[in-house]
């Protein structure tokens, strides 16, 4: 195999395009010094209050000890706050701190823009192609993932 076959496969694709998406997000969202883990994660604790990391980690389906990382320096930051749930002293809940608030709305058009860039040169009718056909492999593979998007787990915590 040489490595324009090595080019052509949908692995290395498909990191070059998570490499490329990610670079497009940082300088997008510069300003405001986020990530789009961080941003994914202000998202889902804003519609979330109260979710712990353990649920965070499946909504969003990053891993659980990177994603505590990814916590310390969001509260670090002030974005969020961390504090002891009453029922389970070893759960910390989580909550948009005022700042994260304001930081998040700040980082939404920006975040938009970022996805605009992204599909920006594809035509149209391919963008929603491409996202269709991206959205249909993500879901058929998500179990193959070393984090998989675990939606009924991270829902469970409303029924708590």
């Not at 694709?13 to 998406?21: E, G, M, N, V, Y």
């Not at 202000?42 to 389906?61: F, K, Y």
């Not at 005022?98 to 920006?120: D, S």
């Amino acid at each position: 195999m040489s490595m324009e076959d090595v080019y052509q496969k949908p692995g290395h694709l498909i990191r070059r395009a998570q490499q490329i998406a990610v670079s497009i997000f940082l300088e997008e969202c510069a300003p405001l010094d986020m990530t789009p883990v961080q941003y994914a994660a202000l998202v889902a604790v804003r519609d979330n209050p109260g979710i712990d990391a353990t649920r965070l980690s499946a909504l969003v389906a990053f891993d659980r000890s990177t994603l505590g990382n990814v916590l310390e320096r969001m509260e670090t930051k002030g974005l969020i706050v961390r504090s002891g749930d009453k029922q389970d002293k070893r759960v910390k809940i989580l909550r948009l701190s005022p700042k994260g608030a304001t930081a998040l709305k700040e980082v939404e058009p920006l975040a938009r823009r970022a996805q605009e860039r992204i599909l920006g040169p594809l035509a149209p009718e391919d963008r929603e192609i491409f996202m269709r056909m991206l959205s249909q492999l993500v879901e058929l593979n998500n179990e193959a993932s070393r984090a998989p998007l675990k939606l009924a787990v991270a829902r469970s915590s409303d029924a708590a």
